[in-house]
């Protein structure tokens, strides 16, 4: 298979204790030793009677938890140092850890080493009810501030969470925002960078027969100060190998709805066309492709459009992106086509 020119004229399942008790140890935190509200060391007092005596009582009393910031400690898991949520289950010795880490230590405490039981805490789990925090993704810039319990739900779709990366041939565990994915795909997966809003993909394949889910081609280019992502592959459809084409945003899904693209292939007297708007890379390779959103071409009319004798695959594939603005005497969209 050859790619020719493009013109843009886009858990672990377990945890070793020792590691753990290791990892404190080199990371000391300072709450994990004291998660427990009440101390167990006994306070003395000292009290006078009315003959002149004095008598010595033991009291245990409650562990002062004042600063906002103490109570953000406390919620904080000592293993995987995440937020805890319901269940927060704890050791006799009151040392907290979330439900997800209670398994991966293998039931025992970390921090004292007994054995956990079924026990909750429920009173760190009522503390956090009356907690506001600040969203994950604040130092990446989100202002939000919202309850403890309902800051999960905002952190799945927060806009401002990273994205991940959208090259398709592999499984790439990287997370970033926008111009940190534009330079890991420049430098890391070796994509084709180009500007302006229209491009002019070649397609050429010897044997068309052999299809794979693997045979795939993706170029950045950039235009109106975005970057899309063109897609160009090959899969099975059923029985037969179709080849499709289709474009993503590099952006949320409200800023790809400003933009529309058109893609065009044909040849012979013949010709297909593709309009739509492109889709965020919030929505996976897979995803997008599966859901036939894009330029599709059945194989024998790709075969058709390659000419010759039918044994090659040559298929161009033309198109361009376009800005849609409102009108703001009819609120019509019209296109903004770049120049």
């Known amino acids: 298979m050859e790619f020719d020119n493009i013109e843009c004229v886009s858990t672990t399942d377990g945890i070793n204790e020792d590691e ?8 000391p935190h300072p709450h994990h030793a004291h998660h427990q509200f009440s101390s167990s060391k006994p306070h003395n007092a000292t009290n006078t009677t009315n003959n002149g005596n004095t008598t010595t009582n033991n009291i245990v009393s409650p562990t ?17 140092t995440n937020s805890m949520y319901p269940p927060i289950h704890q050791c ?4 907290t850890i979330c439900s997800t880490c209670k398994t991966r230590v293998h039931h025992r405490c970390p921090t004292c080493r007994q054995e956990l039981g079924d026990i909750r805490c429920l009173a760190l789990e009522k503390v956090a009810e009356s907690l506001e925090m600040p969203c994950k993704y604040y130092n990446l810039g989100c202002p939000e501030i919202f309850p403890y319990y309902s800051k999960l739900k905002h952190e799945a779709m927060c806009n401002y969470r990273p994205y991940n990366c959208p090259y398709a041939g592999s ?5 970033g925002d926008i111009p940190f994915l534009v330079g890991h795909l420049r430098d890391d997966h070796k994509v084709d960078m180009h500007t302006g809003c229209t491009f002019n993909h ?26 899309f992502c063109l897609h160009f592959e ?7 190998p179709v080849y499709m084409a289709f474009l993503r945003f590099m952006g949320d899904e409200t800023e790809a709805r400003n933009y529309s693209y058109s893609l065009e292939v044909g040849a012979n007297g013949r010709k297909l066309i593709f309009e739509g708007t492109p889709r965020s890379i919030r929505d996976s390779h897979r995803k997008v492709r599966d859901s036939h959103d894009g330029l599709i071409i059945q194989r024998n009319m790709a075969l058709f459009f390659s000419g010759g004798d039918r044994k090659e695959l040559k298929l161009r594939v033309t198109g361009r992106v376009w800005k849609e603005q409102q009108n703001p005497d009819t609120g019509v969209c019209i296109p903004n086509l770049c120049s």
Do not use: D
């Open 20 to 27: 753990i008790h290791h990892h404190n140890l080199q990371h």
């Open 234 to 240: 090959a899969f099975q459809l059923g029985m037969a």
């Open 202 to 227: 070649r397609y050429v394949k010897s044997n068309p027969r052999e299809v794979e889910n693997a045979t795939w081609m993706l170029t950045v280019f950039h235009c109106f100060g975005q970057y």
């Open 92 to 95: 006799h010795n009151g040392h």
């Open 171 to 175: 499984e790439c565990s990287i997370v």
């Open 64 to 80: 002062a938890i004042a600063p906002a910031t103490s109570v953000h400690e406390l919620l904080e898991c000592p293993v995987c």
